[in-house]
């Protein structure tokens, strides 16, 4: 099969890029070498939307920050994708810091961030009373919001492939052939062939680039550790507190999420391994100890996991976005580091005009349809829609996760779903199944079950998350 | 909607025992909500033996002492609806619950008897550093792989903790041909009995390594490996103690958490080291008409215990029901003294005319040392003990007639005496 | 000769002290129960162990059915019994009780179901 794009790598860039695609007449086929989508920087990230006043005045992080965040509330209204503008703040704990703040309150004027203002202590610690004490004062930035960045490319990619796209899992690519003007691409999964390929593969788009022999994208590869703590600590605060940025990123963050949890995190630490996505004892210290200088009530004792991600950091500072000087036919995507997630959005709808202008004149997909339903959900529908639900379906009348209130019902369609889950965090993030306060530890063995009777398999070829990551041996007996 | 005397929240051994004893003592219409898809609860994965010697005056296995129990509600008019979650208990106790087959249900009950049982405590609430490999799983987790499923979830096999049912999955796993490497517990002492530790690792010559930790997880698919270490005064691990064990599977058995989501949306007073609601000598908590019993009101080791509990609060389910028992209500706290870590019931109706006995468990270990019980500042008893261990749940009564001299400005300490 | 052994007879775990000499059991003390008496005399002799394990169901409602000895055998024939246990399997339905091996090793003990399939 021979398509006009390959996009190489499922995270929210792939993804939503490949959705773009697809409202032209175009075969694209969204290559991901993993098992799932989101299972690089998109997996485990913060999940903040942020405002735009970070990045410097100019560059593309700038502009499509901005741009991304306000396109935000609707794209996720349209993928029925958990969202809220929470705002946010940075918070200064000095005279020294205050100046810090002015100066992110300027340069986000200058990169044309809405509703921003600098507030006192007073109206701070009225807003967030959970603050330390010795905070000065912050920035408020009312247009920051978040977002689960892991459902938004759940569900971006759920509507590429409603919308004709081409999703193939497990399908590694190894090495690209240029000829007649189309790239030939040897994969895990067999042969691809495109006369487009957009490098969306994150900490690996380097080694793909290098596969045209383009050597360009220098990356370093940054760990950042989180914890996730228990919703009784959810409404800790309200908005997502940062407190002023350094120059390995933008430090600390205490944050709500959009699943009502406390989110802390992230370290910045430079590590050579592109998937070593361990946690470390030293990190969660350091997550600790930063958290409680912002929120002195943060306590680890709440929380219910730990977990790391990376980010590709760009050497140059800046996303690297656009046709490759070796060949323009590949389009580089790469270097996205936070405002990635924030960016998206923008990212998307600039990958897609370069190719449509490249390709010139590329008709529209008449039948283009930007909405994807959410699916439904047990634990937020009415008696009235409970009920309704259950006569229809049965399965939605057995619940599996005890803790989520997550029935039989969601995990089967979520297996169904457009690019559906195969494994047990694909399940996860998908139903939030074993998301809550047991991990798992009830629901785990029943999730394996219902994944093997859908995919008509035994129960120990069942992954957590692909490759090798079977949960059972041999039968005892 | 449906209307019932008595709804039992749990078909797990509490729930049996409160539903059948209500049963005998006069309450009509009852009806069990289980959510598993048979009655027993996790005692139909404990495949060992040890249960029913002091209720049964055998040895059983959890299977066998569970069926004993369920034969017995088969004979009555007891209803269960299995494979039956409940969604929320209201203000007013109208239940709510759903199953494939009703769909939403709703039940209007004059009491509910709370027998949730308890759940493991996961990874993530003990900041283990490393990979999200798969093979990490809790000891019931896998014991339910074993022992149900039929699938063998590891085969080199490292347990931290050294409750119970991790003892016991040391053995299990051993007999099935795994290897179990080592047991690590973060305590200077086991948090299981003394007996599983005898037959289930010094049997096998597994070693078990006290005030020793899992640090950190390797392996990026499957778990490859752990690295423990010996941990200081503070629980702190030791660097200089690291040690690399190759493994494929961590299994957890770090402590059971009381599963009270339910009990804490009716707004019930929870008691914060138990865990478990608070609970007078009927087992009712705060909430009228509302009485828990077995794990979900605290840790038990014994199921024996368990089910001479739910009997209690099946008859003080029953006496509310049926407006008998103690006519006034006068209650006093009881207290910890020296030593001891909790006590349920956490209040007495000093007004209730019968012996109460005083559940509790000790913080530590301690050696040849007294159990007092203390009322109003003289000693009621004083009992000698070889052994106390935070392991082993101990008790101590109240007689009748020291309540009977008692006010409601009276006092009830239990201590340890070294 | 002197022996302190915790006894795994029931939960409770008694710390018993034995006086033998070979086979010869002078004294036990520190049980609290005849269990327990019994228990230290064969298990400075000859000590022994229930066994739980579990078989393959044919055709059942799970793929396998508890089952346990119906008294202890030798601790060091454990793993032969082992052996046995996982060569056999059963047709459902079973029923709590049943006796799938009998006399396992000619231990005297049978290995029998704990639950229904």
């Known amino acids: 099969m021979s398509y006009d794009v390959a996009i190489i790598g499922a995270g929210v860039i792939g993804a939503l890029t490949a959705r773009e695609l697809s409202k032209y007449r175009l075969n694209v086929a969204l290559l991901e070498a993993t098992n799932d989508v989101a299972m690089g920087a998109s997996k485990a990230n913060s999940g903040i939307v942020h405002a735009g006043f970070d990045a410097m005045p100019g560059t593309l992080k700038a502009e499509l920050n901005v741009k991304g965040c306000a396109m935000m509330p609707e794209l996720c209204k349209t993928l029925s994708v958990p969202y809220k503008n ?83 899992r497990n399908c590694k690519v190894t090495a690209i052939d240029f000829n007649n003007g189309e790239f030939t691409l040897a994969t895990t999964a067999g042969e691809v062939k495109a006369k487009y390929i957009i490098d969306a593969a994150g900490a690996h788009s380097d080694e793909i680039a290098k596969m045209i022999g383009d050597e360009s994208v220098k990356l370093v590869i940054r ?67 930063f958290s409680v200088k912002s929120c002195p009530s943060v306590s680890t004792r709440n929380a219910i996991t730990s977990f790391s991600g990376l980010r590709a950091h760009p050497v140059s500072d800046d996303f690297i976005l656009g046709p490759s000087k070796v060949n323009a036919q590949f389009i580089h995507a790469s270097g996205i580091e936070s405002p990635g997630l924030s960016s998206a959005p923008a990212i998307a709808e600039y990958l897609a005009d370069i190719i449509t202008k490249a390709m010139g004149g ?16 047990f634990r937020h529908a009415t008696d009235e829609e409970k009920k309704a639900a259950i006569e229809k379906n049965p399965a939605y009348g057995r619940i599996i996760c005890r803790c989520e209130t997550i029935t039989e019902g969601e995990i089967v369609d979520a297996i169904k779903a457009p690019a559906g889950a195969r494994d047990v965090d694909g399940v996860k993030r998908r139903t939030r199944a074993g998301m809550g306060r047991c991990q798992g530890g009830f629901c785990g063995s029943k999730v394996v079950e219902i994944l093997a009777r859908e995919l008509g398999t035994e129960v120990n070829t069942i992954t957590k998350f692909g490759g090798k990551s079977n949960i059972l041996f041999d039968k005892t007996k | 909607m449906l209307n019932y005397d008595l709804v039992v929240v749990g078909g797990g051994p509490a729930g049996m025992a409160a539903a059948l004893k209500a049963k005998e003592c006069g309450v009509e219409k009852i009806i069990i909500l289980e959510r598993a898809e048979t009655l027993g609860g996790i005692l139909e994965q404990c495949i060992h033996t040890g249960f029913g010697l002091h209720y049964f005056g055998e040895e059983l296995s959890g299977p066998e002492y569970a069926a004993k129990f369920i034969a017995e509600v088969a004979e009555t008019d007891i209803d269960v609806k299995t494979d039956t ?50 093979g990490i799983m809790t000891a019931g987790t896998a014991q339910k792989y074993v022992n149900i499923d039929g699938y063998m979830p590891g085969k080199k096999v490292v347990i931290l903790g050294s409750g119970d049912i991790g003892l016991i999955m040391a053995r299990r796993m051993t007999l099935e041909g795994a290897e179990v490497k080592v047991v690590c517990e973060l305590m200077p002492y086991s948090g299981g009995l ?76 929870i008691d914060r080291i138990t865990n478990g609601a608070v609970v007078d000598e009927m087992r009712m908590t705060d ?45 006093v706290n009881t207290t910890t003294g020296n030593g001891v870590r909790y006590l349920v019931p956490q209040r007495v109706n000093i007004k209730n005319e019968n012996d109460v006995k005083l559940y509790f468990r000790v913080g530590r270990i301690f050696k040849n040392a007294k159990v007092v019980l203390e009322c109003d500042g003289e000693i009621i008893s004083s009992k000698k003990k070889v052994k106390l261990a935070p392991g082993e749940m101990e008790n101590v009564i109240i007689p009748a007639a020291t309540l009977a001299k008692m006010t409601k400005d009276s006092s009830i300490v239990v201590r340890v005496e070294e | ?56 169901v044919n055709g059942g409602i799970h793929p396998v059915v508890p089952v346990k000895s119906s008294c202890a055998v030798p601790k060091t024939l454990l793993f032969n019994c082992m052996k046995e246990i996982n060569s056999v399997s059963v047709d459902a339905p079973v029923k709590l009780g049943q006796v799938i091996i009998k006399n396992i090793l000619g231990t005297g003990a049978d290995i029998v179901a704990t639950n229904n399939d």
């Open chain 1, 223 to 289: 760990r950042g550790e989180y914890f996730i703590l228990d919703k009784a600590v959810g409404n800790t605060v309200s908005h997502t507190v940062f407190q002023c940025p350094t120059k390995m990123g933008k430090g600390i963050l205490v944050s709500p999420t959009v699943d009502g949890n406390l989110l802390i995190g992230p370290t910045a630490e430079d590590i050579e391994d592109k998937d070593d996505t361990s946690t470390t004892p030293e990190g969660l210290k350091t997550v600790k100890t």
């Open chain 2, 85 to 134: 979650m409940v969604l929320d208990i209201s203000e007013t106790n109208l239940v709510t619950a759903v199953n494939k087959a009703d769909g939403l249900l709703k039940i209007q009950a004059k009491a509910i008897v709370l027998a949730m049982g308890c759940r493991e405590r996961p990874r993530g609430a003990l900041e283990i550093a490393g990979t999200r490999a798969s």
């Open chain 3, 1 to 56: 000769m002197k022996k302190e052994l915790t006894c795994v007879a029931c939960p409770l775990g008694c710390s018993i002290t034995v006086e033998y000499d070979g086979t010869e059991v002078y004294s036990v003390t520190g049980n609290t129960c005849k269990r327990g008496d019994a228990y230290a005399r064969t298990e400075v002799v000859n000590p022994t162990r229930s066994l739980t394990s579990s078989v393959k």
């Open chain 1, 86 to 168: 929470n705002g946010s703040l940075v918070v200064a704990f000095s005279e020294e810091e205050m100046e810090t703040v002015k100066e992110l309150y300027n340069r986000g004027i200058k990169n044309g961030v809405p509703h921003m203002k600098i507030i006192g202590k007073d109206e701070l610690k009225a807003m967030e009373p959970n603050l330390a004490d010795n905070v000065c004062g912050a920035l408020d930035a009312q247009s920051a919001g978040i977002v689960c960045p892991y459902e938004l490319t759940i569900a971006a990619t759920e509507n590429a492939v409603t919308n004709g796209v081409e999703f193939k």
């Open chain 2, 287 to 331: 909430h009228p008409g509302v009485f828990a019993c077995g794990n979900v009101l605290h840790v038990h080791d014994l199921v024996d215990y368990v089910t001479l509990e739910s009997q209690i609060a099946g008859e003080g389910a029953a006496n509310y029901i049926l407006g008998k028992g103690s006519k006034e209500t006068v209650y």
């Open chain 1, 362 to 377: 590329v008709e529209k997909n008449g039948s283009f349809n930007g909405v994807r339903h959410d699916v439904f959900r």
């Open chain 2, 194 to 269: 003394t007996r599983n530790i005898v037959q289930c690792l010094n049997d096998f010559n597994i070693p078990l390594r006290l005030s020793t930790t899992v640090v950190e997880t390797h392996g990026k698919d499957r778990l490859e490996g752990v690295t423990i270490a010996q941990v200081d005064e503070h629980l702190q691990p030791i660097e200089s103690t690291k040690e690399y064990i190759e493994c494929d599977t961590l299994m957890l058995s770090v402590g059971l958490i009381p599963e009270n989501e339910l009990t804490k949306n009716v707004g019930i007073g």
